[in-house]
Nanobody
Framework: RVQVLESGGGEVQAGESMRLGCQASGTTLGVHALAWWRQSPGKERERVACIDARGDFRDYAEPVKGRFSVSRDNNKSTLDLQMDSLKPEDTAIYYC???????????????????WGQGTQVTVSS
């Protein structure tokens, strides 16, 4: 069965950086687009970043453009998220997700993703 496990997370000060990792097993990761989502208390889960199966295309949500960078290593079945210039509003639980599809598509809705990790907490203090 497919298992997805996030790593990293924790608490940092505003302006600092943090790197999240994701390890997936039980599937051939190289044929799936991958994404990071996040959820804050009282809010719906929202998109953060998506990368297609080959790593040729990346898409970012507006709030994180220019600050976050997503990357993947298909040989290691890993996905990373480098987060720079963190803000208090980035505080959330971050989830790694595996898409049913090879590409992210235009809007990569939550319904595209069939496997999810348990999430890792990121807290940014002001």
């Amino acid at each position: 069965r497919v298992q997805v496990l996030e790593s990293g997370g924790g608490e940092v000060q505003a302006g600092e950086s943090m790197r999240l990792g994701c390890q997936a097993s039980g599937t051939t990761l190289g044929v799936h687009a991958l994404a990071w989502w996040r959820q804050s208390p009282g809010k719906e889960r929202e998109r953060v970043a998506c990368i297609d199966a080959r790593g040729d295309f990346r898409d970012y949500a507006e709030p994180v453009k220019g600050r976050f960078s997503v990357s993947r290593d298909n040989n290691k079945s890993t996905l990373d998220l480098q987060m720079d210039s963190l803000k208090p509003e980035d505080t959330a639980i971050y989830y790694c997700a595996v898409s049913r599809y090879f590409t992210c598509g235009t809007h990569w809705p939550i319904s595209d993703f069939e496997y999810w990790g348990q999430g890792t907490q990121v807290t940014v203090s002001s």
